[in-house]
């Protein structure tokens, strides 16, 4: 992933992912108050390809640039960061429209059959409808070659290092999040959303985006929830060779995973976890 990109990261910001609504609070034996609780902002983002409507995802609002990047790389759309050649959100006069996103892309991109395979609309937390078969995946990208490991007391305190840096869930309790580790457990980013798979598209358009700065491989993805086959098929488009999750894989991850060569790590608790393919690289003694 070599290369200059013309993206402008500088307007990728990140706006107000929470907002307040009045609740009456019930505790038993205790008499009901009324006050005002924070809760995950979710909204629509459209994205369009070179000028045309493509989809819809419901997001929280936020790395919307990143969001569209990993999505369009994880779906082998794009190849390179190159290829996209302009992002930003539609103007309208003076205002921006902060949901509605322009993506224009290198003469011959997209092809046709990738438009009318992903139009409509995307429910961020269940991904979108049909699913690329596993037969097709293994078409599109090859099996993940790196052995390097990680020590099991780091894969163990994957989680605490995340939930130190979800802001938005601490106040809310109602986003997922996405992270991406070095082997030495260094947080490389993270990502919240109110869908999963939004939160590990934006963890893989930032690292696509800012590859040349970065310096360290991505030795593991981690997600606070479960690993489902398309957040392990998004996972398997960056080359990780961990895949961590806080709860269960389902049963076509945990294949996805065998097939291509990658560890899934799954019921990620304090000093314990489930491997479930690949088990080699997990030490168990820490790395020097």
């Known amino acids: 992933m070599e290369g200059h990109s013309t993206l402008n990261h500088a307007s990728d910001h990140e706006p107000t992912s929470v907002t307040y609504r009045p609740v009456t609070k019930y505790v038993e034996h205790e008499e009901c108050s009324e006050l005002k609780d924070a809760v995950a902002i979710e909204a629509p983002l459209e994205i369009r390809l ?14 919307d640039h990143d969001l569209a990047s990993g999505f369009l790389w994880s779906e082998k759309i794009i190849h390179h960061v190159s290829d996209i050649l302009e992002i930003a959100h539609c103007e309208r006069g003076e205002a921006v429209e902060s949901n509605i996103l322009n993506v224009f892309l290198r003469p011959g991109l997209p092809q046709e059959d990738q ?3 992903r139009r409509g609309i995307s429910h961020g937390g269940c991904g979108l409808c049909g699913k690329t078969a596993m037969e097709s995946i293994q078409k599109q990208f090859p099996p993940i070659l790196s052995e390097e490991g990680v020590d099991a007391p780091t894969i163990c305190s994957l989680l605490d290092s995340m939930h130190s840096l979800q802001n938005a869930f601490m106040k ?8 991406l580790f070095d082997a030495h457990g260094q947080c490389l980013v993270l990502r919240e959303d109110i869908g999963r798979h939004n939160a590990v598209d934006k963890v893989i358009g930032h690292h696509i985006r800012n590859s040349a700065t970065h310096g360290r491989p991505p030795a593991v993805l981690a997600v606070s929830s ?23 894989p389902s049963s076509l991850a945990v294949d996805l995973a065998q097939a291509f060569n990658q560890t899934l790590v799954g019921f990620l608790r304090e000093g314990r976890f489930n491997v479930y393919t690949h088990p080699s690289r997990i030490f168990t003694r820490p790395l020097k």
């Open 50 to 63: 070179n000028g045309k409507a493509w989809m819809v995802t419901m997001r929280s609002p936020g790395f």
């Open 115 to 117: 438009i009318d395979r």
């Open 172 to 179: 809310t309790g109602g986003v997922h999040a996405a992270a």
């Open 226 to 248: 479960r690993a489902s086959f398309e957040i392990v098929q998004k996972s398997i488009s960056l080359g990780v060779p961990i895949i961590a999750c806080a709860s269960a």
